[in-house]
């Protein structure tokens, strides 16, 4: 249920307080309001000239107390002051209840207030005899869309998931939502300042990287550079070795060959002397 059905749902109770002149009309008015179906913000009857007047008629201006505790109270606080209040009926007793609900399961967490959802409490400050109403009055809240919740029996608690905006706001609490609403800004103020925090760092580390690896690659390109270069020269001065050496083998291959033909020259000279003979003006003398 959202505020637009809520407010379209007191409208006609508005139109009414025009012409409730007279104090008992608008005390019969307040009954009504607090007692009809999808009526669960007040703040703008509460506002209306013939029940403002209720205040000075000591007859009815519990009529309007009554209402003021509909529009921001809890069922606590009708318990608290009943004795001057008007006697509820049971369609009332189950609207303030829910609105109490409400207000219970909207209210944060503490160190105190940790265990309000649970079966006991609830029962408590509701004022229930028997969990089974309990659970009737949280099945009731979540069909008319007031809650979202789950009951857990097995653990005795009621989960909370969201809570309708349908509480009219208590005379000077303004300023206490606006410290409430400073204060989450502030919060969100501070997670943003470390989101822009963070992402400077990481792109800082990203300009870091990208600047490592720029000389990484102008010493890898260097590295190879210089290697071309080694294996150039390297391979000249093997060229030329190789070169001289095979000079050196052609060389000494001719003066081998110049040494057996000498050898071969004196060898024949020799086997002819052997054989006796000697030479004389070219011919042989026997």
Same mark, same amino acid.
């Given at each position: 249920?959202?505020?637009?059905r809520?407010?379209?749902?007191l409208?006609?109770?508005?139109a009414?307080a025009?012409?409730?002149n007279s104090?008992?009309?608008?005390?019969?008015?307040?009954?009504?309001a607090?007692?009809?179906?999808?009526?669960?913000?007040f703040?703008?009857?509460?506002?209306?000239?013939?029940?403002?007047?209720?205040a000075?008629?000591?007859?009815?201006?519990?009529?309007?107390?009554?209402l003021?505790?509909?529009?921001?109270?809890?069922?606590?606080?009708?318990?608290a002051?009943?004795s001057?209040?008007?006697?509820l =009926?049971? /369609?009332q007793? %189950?609207? &303030?209840?829910l609105? *109490?609900?409400?207000?219970?399961?909207? $209210?944060k967490?503490?160190? @105190?207030?940790?265990?309000?959802?649970?079966y006991?409490?609830?029962?408590k400050?509701?004022?229930?005899?028997?969990?089974?109403?309990?659970?009737?009055?949280?099945?009731t809240?979540?069909?008319e869309?007031?809650?979202t919740?789950?009951?857990?029996?097995?653990?005795?608690?009621?989960?909370?998931? =969201?809570? /309708?905006p349908? %509480?009219? &706001?208590?005379?000077? *609490?303004?300023?206490?939502?606006?410290? $409430?609403l400073?204060?989450? @800004?502030?919060?969100?103020?501070?997670?943003?300042?470390?989101?822009q925090?963070e992402?400077?760092?990481?792109?800082?580390?990203?300009?870091?990287?990208?600047?490592?690896?720029?000389r990484?690659?102008k010493?890898i390109?260097?590295?190879?550079?210089?290697g071309?270069?080694?294996?150039?020269?390297?391979?000249?001065?093997?060229?030329?070795?190789?070169?001289?050496?095979?000079?050196?083998?052609?060389?000494?291959?001719?003066?081998?060959?110049?040494?057996?033909?000498s050898?071969?020259?004196s060898?024949?000279?020799?086997?002819?002397?052997?054989?006796?003979?000697?030479?004389?003006g070219?011919k042989?003398?026997?």
């Open positions: 249920m959202d505020q637009s809520a407010l379209n749902a409208a006609p109770f508005l009414l025009k012409s409730a104090p008992r009309a608008a005390s019969d008015l307040v009954t009504q607090t007692s009809s179906p999808n009526t669960y913000v703040a703008e009857l509460l506002q209306q000239p013939n029940i403002r007047k209720l000075s008629d000591e007859q009815y201006s519990s009529h309007l107390t009554l003021e505790t509909f529009a921001y109270g809890t069922w606590e606080s009708y318990k002051a009943s001057s209040l008007p006697t =009926s049971d /369609a007793k %189950r609207k &303030l209840r609105l *109490s609900l409400l207000t219970i399961a909207a $209210e967490p503490t160190a @105190s207030t940790a265990t309000n959802l649970s006991s409490s609830l029962c400050r509701l004022d229930l005899e028997h969990t089974r109403d309990l659970e009737q009055l949280v099945t809240a979540i069909y869309n007031l809650l919740a789950t009951l857990n029996p097995a653990a005795q608690t009621v989960v909370i998931t =969201s809570v /309708a349908l %509480r009219d &706001l208590a005379p000077g *609490s303004v300023d206490q939502l606006l410290g $409430e400073s204060a989450w @800004s502030g919060r969100c103020d501070s997670v943003l300042a470390d989101l925090a992402i400077s760092r990481i792109e800082a580390e990203a300009v870091k990287r990208a600047a490592r690896e720029q990484k690659e010493q390109k260097a590295a190879n550079e210089t071309e270069k080694s294996s150039g020269a390297a391979g000249g001065t093997r060229s030329g070795k190789q070169l001289g050496k095979a000079e050196a083998q052609d060389e000494a291959d001719d003066g081998d060959a110049m040494e057996l033909d050898s071969s020259a060898n024949g000279r020799g086997k002819g002397a052997a054989r006796g003979g000697r030479f004389v070219g042989q003398l026997r």
